[in-house]
């Protein structure tokens, strides 16, 4: 970097139901910075570019290695975890902006249940009976858990809603991540015995049919999940599971 | 009870949540508290794998070499009857696991496949690529979350530990906790409460750890008079990537599965690792230790590092950092099973590590001593406690109050062996729920005055109020770069009694300029400054457990090392440290013997394979515990 400085634009909100605003900022560069080192840094001196001293930025951050999920905010536009997104490869300035697509608490930090109440909604869990022993689980291919393993990757960042048009105030489409969810459970030995349940909250109200395949979600998924081929995939099964339903009404099998 | 039985679970990482769905199979109700929705704590970050003598690789191994395995690795600091129901007990737990689909990689057969780990020679850790924390964190917040969907589990994701409600009989009656958004404080009402918030990464500049990892929660409760032991034990894990913010773990499986870990014989070779001949390597960890090599525990390979390094001089680049080497391996290998912990590396160091040699250094990591608990023995006839405290396994100092996970100082000694944490965690989960319950059914606690509830709300309400009058000169961050900076330099792999005692004036200090903090931040909601501040002052309190703890402990054990006291000393020092809060800065200590009642201690060296002793017995039918 020719600089030595990182110039940040940072949309800030105070609250809930405030205006937002911009703020600008350098911070000093150091080699290997990220973007959370940057808002670190604005902690320990919070003065903005026309000298001003404000509040330290407010941001949700947890294990600084893009494992988590917390820190997902949206960098030059693009939505993706801001611990991992090294300050030498952004243009700068560099724009800090919360993800757009859930409601604000403060500055760059999001309210983001929605996504956890999704994820009882297409009971995303292997129904156990319980902890105690019951010796050793179904054998599984290691064909099968390869790609099983790169699902069961989803941190619940919530990239993949933010950039979805079928995401937004008039819908309660689900999205991406929670359809994958239901692929994962719908394969394991045991959550297959219990998989119409999940295709039925697919089937519902803000499920599958809301997907309107623009394909923007598999571009940003930081763990790189295959989103498309997740949705492709329930998407025959819930055709599948609907027509036999409603051929063998009222108890199908599946 | 005719009322219904509630557990408080504070920490919503492995230890937290299995101990909720142990409470819950129980029948009891369930409170949980977590800074973060509970699937990003810190749990998330564990990369290896969890360790269980299953057996499934024709090699002969049991639950007996486990056990010996771990005690030998903690270097006989650790009781030794709950390690070995622990050991017993994780082939199940693995099974267990594996029944609620966490993605373990698998064999030719669809079996589980086992991995080898540091301190033992056989291959007994389960995993999931390079990320087994994460795929057993998400499978145990699924089966929270299905018991939440059914309106048995209240959660309180985004709020802070602030204090225990004790009543005046000094039993734990519940907590006090603060929603980090709206500010307000509140009590959870409950006979017991269970603490498993992980380890205390941000006392130290160079950590593995989360930022979750305050260090708040176990300060807090060692301020209000819980137990805190052998404090001195903080594990400092050999490969790490070194960074500012925190250096992320390179985990021990990589070496596991082959990486070998090398200097360049000629100090300061400017050549990239990959162009230094073979003839020009020194692999030093295999030169010195023929029969563990790569893999020998955790706190050797750190003092081998740092000598390296530090001492010799001879780091890759003349700095502080070594080579750990995978360009040797199939690259689907590495793929199948290292993809995580590798895409890591070169993510955050802009390197490929397929092709280049990985540059890592020890960082701070785990954090062996944690609040005291008992096991379910007598285990202190000479302390003034109630007589009846001592029946409950994971049960604290204080009546009602239990610890698990990272949070509590059993099972791993001086020194934890790798892929054992996420075991102590579950098991921990396994042990603290029907004990809670036991602990519920056999007691029937006084009624709770409304006015120690009160007076317990308003005390942190006043201490918050406080912080938002602060208007000093100190800033926050700042003093705590020199606590993490001086903390790194002199409370970590090698400590010298001179330094330790500057380091404890220097918190004192530290306590000092604490009172001329000023707040940046007069928000009145989410106030991410107001929080910093007041878990700044419990890092002090609690980084003076740790450093007075090594500064007593005169001799050399495990992680423990102090070069003026080379040697391991039995005879004065085979005891827990048990630190408590004075009620002003400062730590008492008091020391508790050691169960060794199992296995006799003998002299750890690593030098020659451990085949679990000449005391280890056949392996014993497993008896079914607890």
Redesign the interface.
């Known amino acids: 970097m020719a600089d030595q400085t990182v110039h940040l634009k940072i949309k800030r909100q105070d609250g809930p139901d405030k205006p937002s605003y911009w703020q600008e900022f350098a911070v000093p560069y150091t080699p290997g910075m990220n973007i959370l080192t940057c808002l670190d840094e604005i902690s320990k001196n919070p003065t903005t570019i026309r000298g001003e001293t404000v509040a330290p930025v407010a941001w949700e951050s947890c294990c600084l290695e893009e494992v988590c999920g917390a820190c997902s905010m949206r960098i030059n536009g693009v939505p993706q975890q801001a611990c991992s997104a090294l300050v030498e490869k952004y243009k700068q300035p560099i724009t800090l902006e919360p993800m757009a697509k859930f409601p604000i608490v403060r500055d760059l930090i999001i309210d983001r249940q929605t996504m956890f109440d999704n994820l009882m909604r297409v009971r995303a869990w292997v129904p156990i009976d319980g902890t105690y022993d019951l010796g050793p689980g179904p054998r599984q291919t290691a064909a099968d858990q390869r790609w099983m393993y790169v699902l069961s990757r989803c941190m619940t960042c919530g990239c993949c809603l933010d950039v979805c048009p079928q995401v937004n105030p008039r819908s309660d489409f689900i999205g991406a991540a929670m359809i994958n969810q239901v692929r994962l459970f719908n394969h394991h030995p045991t959550g297959r015995m219990h998989a119409k349940e999940r295709l039925e909250a697919l089937l519902g109200s803000g499920g599958i049919a809301d997907c309107g395949n623009a394909q923007n979600c598999v571009q940003v998924c930081p763990k790189e999940i295959p989103l498309t081929q997740s949705i492709s995939e329930m998407g025959r099964e819930t055709v599948f599971y609907a027509v036999r339903r409603f051929l063998l009404k009222p108890d199908v099998e599946m | 009870m005719a009322e219904e039985k509630k557990i408080i679970i504070v920490g919503g990482g492995l230890a937290g949540l ?1 101990t909720a ?2 409470a819950l ?1 129980k029948g009891a109700v369930v409170e949980m508290v977590s ?3 509970m ?4 749990s ?2 564990a990369q290896g794998g969890i360790n269980g003598a299953v057996n499934t690789r024709g090699e002969g191994d049991s639950p007996e070499f486990h056990f010996d395995d771990t005690v030998y690795g903690g270097d006989f600091l650790a009781n030794q009857p709950m390690v070995r129901d622990m050991c017993y007990d994780a082939p ?1 737990m693995i ?2 696991l ?15 496949d086992f991995r080898r780990f540091g301190g033992t020679l056989f291959n007994r850790t389960a995993y ?2 390079a ?1 087994t924390g ?2 057993l964190i ?2 145990l917040d ?2 929270v ?2 018991y ?2 059914e309106g048995k589990v209240r959660k309180f994701e985004h709020h802070a530990f602030q204090s225990l409600v004790l009543d005046r009989d000094k039993n734990c009656r519940g907590i006090v906790i603060t929603d980090q ?1 709206t500010m307000k404080s509140e009590a959870l009402l409950g006979d017991t409460v269970a603490i498993c918030t992980g380890g205390i990464g941000l006392l130290y500049s160079k950590h593995t750890n ?3 990892c305050t260090g708040s929660a176990p300060s807090r409760c060692y301020q209000q008079g819980v137990w805190y032991a052998n404090g001195e034990f903080i594990q400092i894990h050999p490969t790490a990537i070194p ?4 250096c ?2 390179v985990s021990e499986s990589v070496r596991g599965d082959g990486g070998r870990i090398w200097v360049p014989k000629k100090a300061n070779d400017p050549r990239p690792g990959r162009e230094i001949p073979e003839s020009e390597r020194s692999y030093f960890l295999e030169e010195k230790y023929p029969a563990y090599g790569n893999l020998v525990p955790r706190d050797i390979g750190s003092r081998e590092l740092f000598d390296m390094c530090v001492n010799q001089g001879m780091g890759v680049d003349g700095k502080w950092q070594v080579y750990l080497d995978v360009t040797h391996l199939p690259e689907e290998k590495l793929r ?1 099973k290292l993809a ?1 912990v590798l895409e ?1 590396y070169e ?4 390197e490929d590590p397929y092709h280049n040699p990985m540059k890592v250094f020890p960082a701070m990591h785990y954090t062996m001593g944690g609040l005291y608990i008992g096991y379910g023995k007598d285990t202190n006839p000479k302390a003034d406690l109630p007589a009846d405290w001592a029946q409950y396994q994971h049960m604290s100092n204080i009546n009602g109050l239990f610890v698990g996970g990272e949070a509590d100082y059993q099972y791993h000694g001086a020194n934890r062996l790798g892929a054992n944490s996420l075991l102590s965690c579950l098991w921990a989960g ?1 042990i603290i729920g029907p004990e809670a319950v036991k602990y519920m059914d056999n007691n029937t606690l006084p009624p709770l005055l409304d006015t120690t509830v009160r007076d317990a709300v308003k005390e942190q309400e006043d201490a918050f109020s406080a912080v938002y009058k602060m208007n000093g000169t100190e ?1 926050p ?2 003093l705590q770069e020199e606590l993490a900076d001086e903390m790194w330099k002199d409370c970590t792999v090698v400590r010298d009694n001179d330094n330790l005692k500057k380091l404890d004036a220097k918190l004192d200090e530290l306590l000092d300029r604490w009172e001329h903090i000023g707040l ?4 009145a ?2 106030n ?2 107001v929080f910093f501040i007041r878990e700044l002052k419990d890092r002090f309190l609690l980084a003076k457990v740790v450093v007075q703890g090594a500064l007593n402990r005169n001799e050399s054990r495990g992680a423990h090392y102090k070069p003026a006291y080379p040697e391991r000393n039995d005879e004065q020092w085979l005891k827990t440290t048990i630190a408590t809060f004075d009620g002003d800065r400062n730590p008492q200590f008091s020391f508790e013997d050691v169960d060794i009642s199992l296995i006799k201690p003998r002299l750890r060296s690593y030098k020659t394979a451990s085949h679990g002793g000449k005391e280890a017995k056949e392996p014993a039918a497993a008896e079914s515990k607890s």
């Open positions: 299995m769905l142990t199979e800074y973060v929705p699937r990003r704590s810190h998330v970050c199940r099974y267990m594996d029944r609620m689909g966490v993605t373990f990689n698998r064999t030719f057969e669809g079996l589980l999931a690529g990320t994460q795929q998400y499978a699924e089966q979350r299905r939440e969907a958004h989360s930022v979750a960074g500012t913010d925190k992320r773990l199948a995580g890591i993510k955050f160091m802009g396994r800033n961050h700042l940046t931040d007069q928000s909601t989410t991410q400054e």
